[in-house]
């Protein structure tokens, strides 16, 4: 007997007798209005058009603020030190994404029609690409001021960015009670540990050394977006009991 | 997700966990309702995973320890035609052969082949990758094969 004869035949065998009050649980249903509620079909577009309007504005003054700084800094010959401003970027994403624990916000979030994992997965993103994008836009700009090529202030704005974001993370996900204070703490003395490079490690910004700054830069974003993952899938979801 | 459809689905899943068709139907209209009142999720690919999970505690609730068990003891449909013995004999080894099987497996079974369960939705529910289900429902059915050519040839 092969696969088919044998799904034919369990299904001759697991017949159960008609169920007898079908029609009128549906009716009753129907009188309810149970099984008229319309619900609304949202896109992702929309959906996260709404977590971008749902995101504190003076985070973004925020970003556009360093942003801004770092270019200026970058102009008036700094050296090395304006890129250890870029962990404080990460300090913004870090302190929305703990917005919802501060304000106890967690069980309303899960009540709404969207999951918690949803909207905190929505708002990490909107924030990660839109500051990673600011960054990406000053470079060019910042490289006029340099001597260095693009790949190398890449790696020196983008190693500390994501180095601290990694800290950040870590510290959200091991420390419950965080309400995004800690990251923002963790973010700030990257900045200050990266703003002493250039004063106690000058080698460390020499060419041949370039290989370890992108060793580095792979090992964030591997490490970054595992903490991401194991934080979303750590995230309680309303199990129906 | 054509609700009416479910409902015999869900009815004819609660059946063969409990073996009595008026708890089953209460408990079928029990599951329909709490999934009407609460959708929280309005995610279509989950909603058909928490009809089956909603029914599924529910069960469970009803038998509290007891083990989910399938046990095949109702009554063989005798087809109406002259010929009736082998679709019978085959009917029988089938259900004996299916009754070698553990519980958590003919309900993977019944859910995937009888009540036309997506494997996606299994691989929510039992909390496994597709390509899992896929290769359990695979060794399951190759399972049968190798029991019905034993009990064929004696």
Redesign the interface.
């Known amino acids: 007997?092969?696969?088919a004869c044998?799904?034919e035949?369990?299904?001759?065998?697991?017949?159960?007798?008609e169920?007898?009050?079908?029609e009128e649980?549906?009716l009753r249903?129907e009188e309810k209005g149970?099984?008229n509620?319309r619900?609304t079909?949202i896109t992702h577009r929309e959906f996260l058009a709404i977590q971008l309007f749902y995101i504190e504005k003076r985070i973004w003054v925020l970003s556009g603020f360093l942003l801004l700084f770092i270019v200026w800094n970058c102009s008036r010959n700094a050296g090395n030190y304006p890129f250890a401003l870029t962990p404080l970027l990460a300090a913004g994403i870090l302190f929305e994404t703990g917005r919802s624990g501060r304000w106890n916000m967690t069980e309303l979030e899960q009540?709404a029609?969207f999951?918690a994992r949803s909207v905190m997965l929505a708002r990490t993103f909107l924030l990660g690409v839109i500051n990673t994008a600011g960054l990406m836009i000053i470079i060019p700009v910042i490289t006029r001021f340099y001597a260095y090529p693009v790949l190398r202030i890449f790696l020196y704005m983008m190693v500390p960015y994501l180095t601290a974001a990694f800290l950040g993370s870590l510290y959200e996900r091991k420390c419950r009670t965080d309400r995004g204070w800690g990251s923002v703490l963790i973010c700030i003395l990257s900045s200050v540990a990266f703003a002493s490079v250039p004063l106690f490690f000058r080698q460390l910004y020499e060419e041949r050394l370039l290989v370890l700054w992108a060793a580095v830069l792979i090992l964030m974003i591997c490490g970054l977006t595992v903490c991401i993952w194991k934080s979303i899938s750590e995230k309680e979801e309303?199990v129906?009991? | 997700m054509n609700?009416?459809d479910q409902?015999?689905k869900i009815?004819?899943y609660l059946?063969?966990h409990l073996h009595d068709?008026h708890t089953?139907?209460d408990l079928?209209?029990e599951t329909?309702?709490?999934f009407?009142?609460?959708?929280?999720?309005?995610d279509e690919n989950r909603q058909l995973q928490?009809l089956y999970?909603?029914a599924r505690?529910l069960s469970r609730q009803h038998f509290r320890d007891q083990t989910m068990t399938y046990t095949?003891e109702e009554e063989?449909?005798i087809p109406a035609s002259e010929n009736f013995e082998q679709p019978l004999l085959?009917?029988i080894t089938?259900?004996d052969a299916?009754q070698k099987l553990s519980p958590e497996e003919r309900e993977l079974?019944?859910l995937h082949?009888?009540n036309d369960v997506p494997v996606s939705v299994l691989s929510g529910m039992y909390k496994i990758s597709r390509f899992a289900v896929y290769r359990k429902l695979k060794r399951i059915?190759n399972r049968?094969?190798h029991e019905?050519e034993v009990l064929e040839n004696g």
């Open positions: 007997m092969d696969n044998i799904v035949q369990m299904k001759k065998t697991w017949i159960a007798p169920p007898a009050g079908k649980f549906f249903a149970l099984l509620r619900t079909v009540a029609r999951s309303p129906w009991s | 609700l009416e409902y015999d009815y004819r059946y063969f068709r089953a139907e079928t209209q329909f309702l709490r009407l009142k609460s959708r929280t999720y309005h928490y999970t909603i505690n095949l063989i449909d085959e009917q089938l259900r299916l079974l019944f082949y009888v059915l049968i094969r019905l």
